[in-house]
Each structure stands twice: as structure tokens, then as C-alpha cells.
């Protein structure tokens, strides 16, 4: 299930011992100082469990369906929590969950000659820290004030009221003074969905579940067809499935309405997130008191996710690719 590996890559992405083959030494470690009737503590733990794979998505369905009932068997409150970014997994998905992304992770810099650390980019984000990222970029904060630098993409429509001032900036940035002028223009709910295109809000992000994760690099050129990312994604599309991942934003997502833009780095453990999608089906009213209390610090700055989060929960791919 593995592609060949890839002799051209870049030099601070050449391989560096796998989490996996780390974990086999200390565990040798730990049975030889055993043996030697020391450390006795740390045998006594329990062994990891090994990464579940997959054939196909009836077998996706299957392993969700016993997900989903651990979360239908816990306080809906609780399960709220966690997945708006407040609250931790239940432990037994949480081991899962890890198990899982690492040991995707592990197979592409073993498959791909990349640095283990340069392949997991990002992953488990609190609802704090999704806050964080929403409000420098709805306060169009500049760099060194907060600001991050560019963000985003501009949307057809903005681009198409402000072609002047905007030109052809693929990206908003809050260093332009003309960007400056043309964000302040706009209305509250403008901004929001600006931000919505290639983000989200605190408590819908699918990033505090702990199941998605984004891989290799987010920068949305360099995954173009025949950008630097490309070999990385082709090897993603043909191997994420056998460890049970799916790609969360894909070209259909740009077709919903809202649109989202597809994100060829960001990649789910599906057994989770599917039951966690079925979960809040069920319990909307739940997901909807644990999102306004997040929200209340400034309401007016949710207006219009506040109408909308469930498209932007439920306008997601659900299905694997097994090619």
C-alpha cells in the first residue's frame, strides 16, 4: 500500500527514525532493564495497541458504528464539549485517534523520505486557540500586533466590488493599506464569510476532535497539480484509506453552498468523525447551547456562523478513496 519512495526530496525532509521503530527501542530498552529485575513499574503498563487498517469503507462503517456507541452511551453534554473544543475524547477514542494519525504519519516520512516532524503540521487545536485564529484575522490585526500575515483567499464577489484596491492579491493581507480600506468596508457577516472560505470558528472546527489532521505543508498553491506538493498528495489519496482516513474539504466542497476551498493536506480518521457528524445530527440543540457560550464574549462577530454552522459541520466529504 506504500509508493515508492521518493529520492528527490529536499534535505530537510530526508528520514529520520520513525515513531514507530523509536517506540521498538524503548521497548527493548524496557525489557532488558526488566530483566535485570529493575524497572518492573514500566513493564507493568499496557502494550500499545497496533493501527487498525482498512479495506474498504464497509469496513470504515463498521468500525463507526462501534464508535457511536460509546459516544451515544456518554453525557451529551460531555461529548458536546469535546467536540466544540472545550472537552477531551472519551479515552478509548482518544487512544484510537492517536494511534491512528501517528501511524499515518509514520508511513508517509517512511514512504516519502520526509523528516517525521515535517509531515504532521498541524493537529489537535482547543477551542481557545481556534479563537485566537478567528479574532486577529476578523480584527484584520497587522504583523507584529497579533497579525499573522496573509490569510485565506478573496472571494470571487469581493474581488469583483473592490477590483481596484484589490487587484489580483490571491490572499487577504492586513499589511496592505488597501486591504485595510476595503475590510473595513465590509459588514460584519462579510467578514465572516471571507474568513469561512478557508477557515472556521471557534467550536466548529473539526481540528478539536483530534481525529483530523493536516499533513506535509498548508499552503493552498503548493498542492496545485503540479506544485511541490503534488507527489505527497497522490501518495496521501493512495494510502490514507488503509489506515481509515478520508479527505475532509475536497473540489466538491467549492461547489456548496456555502463554499468551502478544498484542502488536499487535511485528512480525517473517518471511523471518528463520521459518528461524531452523527452525534451532533442527533443533538444539535446540545452542540447549539455549547457554541453560543463560546460565542458570547462578542456576539456580533458569530452573526452569521451562528445561522450557518451546521452547513459548514455537514458540507464535508464522508466517504474514503480506496481507488
Do not use: C
Amino acid at each position: 500500500m506504500h509508493a515508492t519512495h521518493d529520492k528527490t526530496a529536499p534535505a530537510h525532509r530526508r528520514r529520520t527514525p520513525s515513531r514507530r521503530r523509536f517506540l521498538g527501542l524503548v521497548t527493548a530498552g524496557a525489557a532488558a532493564v526488566g530483566a535485570a529485575g529493575i524497572g518492573r513499574i514500566a513493564l507493568a503498563a499496557d502494550p500499545v495497541a497496533p493501527p487498525r487498517t482498512f479495506r474498504s469503507q464497509w469496513g470504515i462503517n463498521r468500525r463507526k458504528q462501534a464508535l457511536a456507541r460509546i459516544l451515544n452511551g456518554a453525557d451529551p453534554t460531555a461529548v458536546a464539549a469535546w467536540i466544540t473544543g472545550t472537552g477531551s475524547a472519551p479515552d478509548k477514542i482518544k487512544t484510537e485517534m492517536d494511534t491512528q494519525v501517528n501511524a499515518l504519519a509514520d508511513a508517509a516520512a517512511a514512504d516519502r523520505d520526509t523528516a517525521r516532524d515535517a509531515v504532521l503540521v498541524s493537529w489537535v487545536r482547543t477551542a481557545a486557540t481556534q479563537r485566537t485564529i478567528w479574532d486577529r484575522k476578523y480584527e484584520f490585526l497587522r504583523t507584529g500586533s497579533g497579525g499573522a500575515g496573509t490569510f485565506g483567499i478573496i472571494t470571487d464577489e469581493v474581488r469583483a466590488k473592490y477590483s481596484t484596491q484589490l487587484g489580483s492579491d490571491p490572499q487577504w493581507d492586513p499589511d496592505k493599506d488597501s486591504h485595510r480600506a476595503v475590510w473595513t468596508a465590509l459588514t460584519s457577516e462579510e467578514r465572516q464569510i471571507e474568513i469561512l472560505r478557508t477557515s472556521t470558528a471557534p467550536g466548529v472546527s473539526r481540528h478539536h476532535l483530534g481525529s483530523d489532521a493536516d499533513f506535509f505543508d498548508t499552503t493552498p498553491q503548493d498542492w496545485a497539480d503540479d506544485g511541490p506538493e503534488a507527489a505527497n498528495y497522490k501518495w496521501l489519496r493512495a494510502n490514507a484509506a488503509h489506515y481509515g482516513f478520508l479527505q475532509t474539504y475536497t473540489a466538491e466542497s467549492t461547489k456548496t453552498k456555502p463554499a468551502i476551498s478544498e484542502e488536499r493536506w487535511h485528512w480525517s480518521y473517518a471511523p471518528v468523525s463520521e459518528a461524531v457528524l452523527d452525534f451532533v445530527r442527533g443533538n444539535q440543540d446540545v452542540i447549539a447551547d455549547s457554541l453560543d457560550k463560546l460565542w458570547s464574549y462578542d456576539p456580533t462577530r458569530f452573526t452569521y456562523i451562528k445561522a450557518n454552522w451546521r452547513d459548514y459541520m455537514f458540507h464535508v466529504n464522508e466517504k474514503a478513496y480506496f481507488g
